[in-house]
Structures are given as structure tokens and as C-alpha cells.
């Protein structure tokens, strides 16, 4: 994986999970730019490949084939982590805490000069609404599912890594969508089409989204920083459009361009929330492979407000939101017509 110095300092670069949604379009933007890297993940990917990069099958639980992987390499964006609001508690564990630590490991033993990790702004969430909240919001104590907690502790772990050999930073974006999202933007779709949505609340509450590629652009701005000032060293950011939406009017805004019927009914929090609770215990019995339609976590999720302030983000990195949201939402609806047409 040789080449010339890139962009940033950046002369060979591994990008753990870089054949999922975020890291895919990190890989695109090093590609563009001519940087060499390396894609870690449980499979290669024709696509990434495609791409020019490198790809390379390894499970990050194992630390002993995780090592050499990293070899000669000065950059890592750790992306992979195990998504979504239900699962195994052993298995979130392994991958998001574990895997974490063996990554930051083979960064050690490698003399690896520095890590992005790609976190979630849902460390901070404590169950209540947060409005312009800023980095210095603690960590949150109660977790509803097994992601959030497990991202808290992998995020620690790689911010007290941070030190003179290897300088480490987090990027939280929140509500990741666009072309190419294998998660939330389908699920809504498929739930809108069979008219199996309802209004969590009232429907006042203010979110923040963050299109794909503005992700993508503040994980490579924090590795220019880290390589230059290093300002970003030890530091989590939150990243998003810069202006939060009204969720459910952004959901029927969405809706309208595909020709589903706007969300009208709605179902009072309290409601909501406890039907997540008795469905989390039913499944956890009768069905623990099977997520359930509602759970606590989701029920907060869709009712509170939760948006960030980026202007850590804007003074240490320079990040500015480089895809609007208007522009976003023609490119995810165009995808989506043309996955539709495919499919």
C-alpha cells in the first residue's frame, strides 16, 4: 500500500468498518483524493475495492490477526462497531469495547500516528431534551440500550489513548443519512409505505441530522488536524448540518417526495414508552433475535428534542457542512427511485 505523501500527511491509511455506510464514503474521499488505504472488515468488498482500496477480512475481536494489518500504516479511522437499539449485551461488548481496545492496541504496537473514532452523539443522551448542547455535557449514566453504553466506553477508551506517539480524537454525528444508508432512511420508508408510522409526542421536537458525506469530510478534517496543529488531540466533536430539523416535518417532507402519505396519528410519550418497555421484556423471553417495533430507547428518540452546537467542530477542524440539506434530500431521493428501479 505505497504511494506519494497524502493529503494532511496521510501516506497509508486503514479504515476499520470501511465497507459499511461512513467508512465507504471515507474510503471514496481518500480514493479521490489519491491516498492509499486499507479496509479492514469481516469480508472484502467489491466495492471498496473497485474504489482502489485495499480490502482485508479480519474481525477486529481478534487481536493477534488485527496486528499486522496495521503495519506501516500513519492514519486509522475505526468506524466499525456493531449499530442498532437491540441485540446481545455480550455482543455489543465484544465489538464496540473489545474491539476498540484491540484496535487501539495494534495502533500501539505499530507506532500508528493517529486514530479517528467514529462515536455517536447518543454517549451524552441521559433522557432528557438537549438544546445547542456543547462537548462539555458529561457522559450519560442511564443507557436504554446496549449501543449507547458500549459506545461511551469505547469512546473513553480511545480519548484516554491520546498521548505524544498516538494522538487519538472522536467525531459524533448524529442521525447519519443519504444515499446509500442501509439503516434508518429504508426502515422509515418501508414503515411509511405500510402506513405503520405514528407520532411519538407531540411532534415539536427539534433533531439534528447529518448527511453522509459531511461525516465523511469532518473524519478527514480531524486527521489533517491531528497530523498538523493537533488542536483535535483527545477531543470528542459533534457534527451535523448545523441547524437542527423538526423530525417529524423532515419525515413528511421526505414522504411527500416519494409520494407516501404524510404521518398524521400520533401517540402520547408516556404511551409510547411504556409499550417499549413491556415489548423489551416480552422479546427478551419469547423473541431475543428479534427487535421490537417499539423499545424505551426509540421512544425517547422520536418524542425529545436532541441537537448539538458544531462550533468546536467549525474552530478546531474548519468543518462547515459541505452537502446542504436541500441538497441532500434530492440526492437520497433520487438513490432511492433508482435502488427501487434496481430492486
Same mark, same amino acid.
Given at each position: 500500500?505505497?504511494?506519494? *505523501? #497524502?493529503?494532511?500527511?496521510?501516506? *497509508? ?5 470501511? =465497507?459499511?455506510?461512513?467508512? /465507504? ?21 467489491? +466495492? ?102 458500549? /459506545? ?14 498516538? *494522538? ?25 409505505? /405500510? ?31 491531528? =497530523? ?14 448545523? *441547524? ?17 402519505? +404524510? ?12 409499550? #417499549? ?22 421512544? +425517547?428518540?422520536?418524542? /425529545? ?34 435502488? +427501487?428501479?434496481?430492486?
Amino acid at each position: 500500500m505505497g504511494g506519494n *505523501k #497524502g493529503e494532511g500527511g496521510m501516506n *497509508k491509511v486503514v479504515v476499520t468498518g470501511g =465497507g459499511g455506510f461512513v467508512g /465507504k464514503v471515507i474510503v471514496r474521499m481518500l480514493r479521490q483524493r489519491g491516498i492509499p488505504c486499507r479496509v479492514v472488515g469481516r469480508h472484502r468488498y467489491p +466495492e471498496v475495492e473497485a474504489l482502489g482500496a485495499e480490502s482485508v477480512a479480519c474481525d477486529i475481536r481478534d487481536r493477534e490477526r488485527l496486528r499486522p494489518v496495521f503495519r506501516d500504516v500513519d492514519t486509522v479511522f475505526h468506524t466499525a462497531s456493531l449499530a442498532g437499539i437491540w441485540g446481545r449485551r455480550a455482543e455489543y461488548q465484544s465489538i464496540n469495547v473489545t474491539g476498540t481496545d484491540n484496535v487501539l492496541q495494534a495502533c500501539r504496537d505499530n507506532g500508528v500516528a493517529r486514530l479517528i473514532y467514529t462515536s455517536t452523539p447518543s454517549v451524552v443522551f441521559d433522557r432528557r431534551n438537549i438544546a445547542g448542547g456543547t462537548e462539555d455535557l458529561p457522559y450519560a449514566t442511564r443507557f436504554l440500550c446496549h449501543y449507547a453504553r458500549t /459506545k461511551a466506553a469505547a469512546e473513553r477508551q480511545v480519548l484516554a489513548a491520546n498521548g505524544a506517539v498516538l *494522538k487519538t480524537c472522536a467525531i459524533r454525528p448524529h442521525l447519519v443519512w443519504g444515499p446509500g444508508d442501509p439503516h434508518l432512511i429504508p426502515r422509515l420508508v418501508a414503515c411509511g409505505r /405500510k402506513r405503520q408510522l405514528k407520532r411519538v409526542g407531540n411532534g415539536g421536537n427539534l433533531v439534528d441530522i447529518s448527511y453522509v458525506d459531511n461525516v465523511a469530510h469532518a473524519h478527514l478534517l480531524a486527521a489533517a488536524n491531528l =497530523g498538523g496543529a493537533g488542536s483535535a488531540a483527545g477531543k470528542a466533536y459533534f457534527i451535523s448540518q448545523g *441547524k437542527p430539523v423538526r423530525l417529524w416535518g423532515w419525515i413528511n417532507a421526505l414522504f411527500a417526495r416519494l409520494g407516501i402519505a +404524510e404521518v398524521t396519528e400520533s401517540v402520547p410519550f408516556p404511551l409510547a414508552y411504556g409499550v #417499549g418497555a413491556v415489548l423489551e421484556i416480552l422479546h427478551g423471553l419469547l423473541r431475543p433475535g428479534q427487535e421490537p417495533r417499539m423499545t424505551r430507547f426509540l421512544a +425517547e428518540q422520536l418524542a /425529545k428534542s436532541h441537537y448539538f452546537s458544531i462550533e468546536q467542530a467549525r474552530n478546531d477542524l474548519g468543518y462547515a457542512p459541505i452537502v446542504s440539506t436541500e441538497a441532500g434530500l434530492d440526492h437520497l431521493v433520487s438513490w432511492i427511485h433508482a435502488h +427501487e428501479q434496481i430492486s
